[in-house]
């Protein structure tokens, strides 16, 4: 797994990806299910990760697009190309936010008083 700017590319597989593929890649841990917000499933698998010809022809034949997810595996996006995702993913920033907790949140009345 190559990770760029806390940047990883996966592909995403169609559903004309034959099953014997599908169960390959899942017995192995290989398979990744995102579901999206229609609740539509789709399936990704490491870019990287080196697999033998039979395996990676099938995938090379039934990819339909390349999707970059953070370090984390949260789902950042989608592009139709390779080219495209390496772009996104070389020129990706880290973006820190500060999440606090409810019982940490700030005084409302504090601001009302002024």
């Known amino acids: 797994m190559s990770s760029i700017n806390g940047v990883q590319?996966?592909?995403?597989?169609?559903?004309?990806?034959?099953?014997?593929i599908l169960d390959w890649l899942e017995l192995r841990g290989q398979l990744f299910t995102v579901v999206d917000p229609k609740?539509?499933?789709?399936?990704?698998?490491?870019?990287?990760?080196?697999?033998n010809v039979e395996i990676t022809d099938a995938i090379v034949a039934n990819t339909i697009g390349f999707a970059l997810f953070?370090?984390?595996?949260?789902?950042?996006?989608?592009?139709?190309?390779?080219?495209?995702?390496?772009?996104?993913?070389?020129?990706?920033?880290?973006?820190?936010?500060a999440d606090i907790d409810m019982d940490d949140a700030p005084d409302e009345d504090v601001l009302e008083a002024e």
């Open 70 to 97: 953070d370090d984390e595996g949260e789902y950042i996006g989608s592009y139709r190309s390779l080219d495209r995702a390496i772009a996104a993913q070389t020129g990706a920033k880290r973006v820190v936010k």
């Open 9 to 20: 590319i996966f592909r995403e597989l169609g559903e004309r990806t034959p099953q014997n």
């Open 39 to 51: 609740k539509n499933e789709h399936l990704f698998i490491d870019n990287d990760l080196p697999r």
